[in-house]
C-alpha cells in the first residue's frame, strides 16, 4: 500500500523552465513532509520540508505549496538548471517518535536541458 | 564530522549466506532507521530506532534484524540471504522531533546483490 503517490515517474525540463513535481498522501497523522533530492550513487539529502501549519514555503529556487484539504504537495523548481539533474522523492512522516518515519513516494527522475 | 557512515559500499552474496551491514553516525542522533531503495518504489522503512535498546519494525521488515547497543551504531543483519532482498539500502540518523524541523541525514548506501 503506497502511502505517498508521487508523479510524475520522470520530466524533462529546458534550462530556465519550472519544474513541478506533485505527491498526494493518505494518512491523515502525517504532519512533516519533506523533499529529498538524490544524486546518483549518493543518499538522499534533504532539500526542503514545511509542516501542514503553512500552505507555502520558499528557500531559493525551490517552493512547496501545500493543500491540507485536498492532501497534496508539490515542489517546485524554478529557473531550472543542468545542475539540478537528480532523481526527487516527497515523504512524510506523523510527529512525536513516528518523526524519523518517513513514507516515501516513487521517485521523479528530472533531467534539465542545456 | 564524518556523518552517516555506511559500510561495505558493494556487496555481493550466495542466497542462504548472512551478512551485517553496518551504520555508524557521530552526530549524537537519537533517531536512526534503515531503508531499501527498490527501482521504481521510492524508499521503504525496513527498521527504526529512537535511541539505544530500542527499535521497531518498519515497512518491511521480514528477513532483517536490527540492534542497536549504542547511540551511534545500527548495525542491520540479513539471516538469511535471498534474491529478493538485492536492493540499495540505506542508513539515516537525525535528532529528537522535538529539536524542530530536524533533518535525516542519509548515508551513501551499500548495493547489495544476493546471487
Known amino acids: 500500500q503506497q502511502q505517498v503517490k508521487q508523479s510524475p515517474q520522470s520530466l524533462i525540463v529546458q534550462k530556465g523552465g519550472i519544474s513541478i513535481i506533485n505527491c498526494a498522501y493518505e494518512n491523515t497523522a502525517f504532519d512533516y513532509f519533506p523533499w529529498y533530492q538524490q544524486f546518483p550513487g549518493k543518499g538522499p539529502a534533504l532539500l526542503i520540508a514545511?509542516?501542514?501549519?503553512?500552505s507555502e514555503k520558499k528557500e531559493g529556487r525551490f517552493t512547496i505549496s501545500f493543500n491540507k484539504s485536498a492532501k497534496q504537495f508539490s515542489l517546485h523548481i524554478m529557473d531550472s538548471q543542468p545542475g539540478d539533474s537528480a532523481t526527487y522523492f516527497c515523504a512524510a512522516s506523523a510527529g512525536g517518535t513516528s518523526y524519523g518515519k518517513l513514507t516515501f513516494g516513487q521517485g521523479t527522475i528530472l533531467t534539465v536541458h542545456p | 564530522n564524518a556523518g552517516v557512515t555506511q559500510t561495505p559500499k558493494f556487496q555481493v552474496l550466495k542466497t542462504g549466506q548472512s551478512m551485517t551491514l553496518q551504520c555508524a553516525q557521530d552526530?549524537?542522533?537519537?533517531?536512526m532507521s534503515w531503508y531499501r531503495q527498490d527501482p521504481g518504489m521510492g524508499l521503504r522503512l525496513i527498521h527504526y530506532?529512537?535511541?539505544?535498546?530500542?527499535?521497531d519494525q518498519g515497512e518491511v521488515p521480514n528477513g532483517y534484524n536490527v540492534s542497536r547497543s549504542t547511540t551511534e551504531d545500527f548495525p542491520l543483519r540479513l539471516l538469511s540471504a535471498a534474491p529478493s532482498q538485492t536492493s540499495v539500502y540505506f542508513c539515516?540518523?537525525?535528532?529528537?522531533?522535538?529539536?524542530?524541523?530536524?533533518?535525516?541525514?542519509f548515508g551513501d548506501g551499500t548495493r547489495l546483490s544476493i546471487l
Open positions: 530506532s529512537v535511541g539505544a535498546g530500542i527499535t
Open positions: 552526530m549524537n542522533h537519537e533517531y
Open positions: 514545511i509542516r501542514p501549519d503553512v
Open positions: 539515516a540518523s537525525g535528532r529528537d522531533a522535538g529539536a524542530g524541523n530536524q533533518p535525516q541525514h
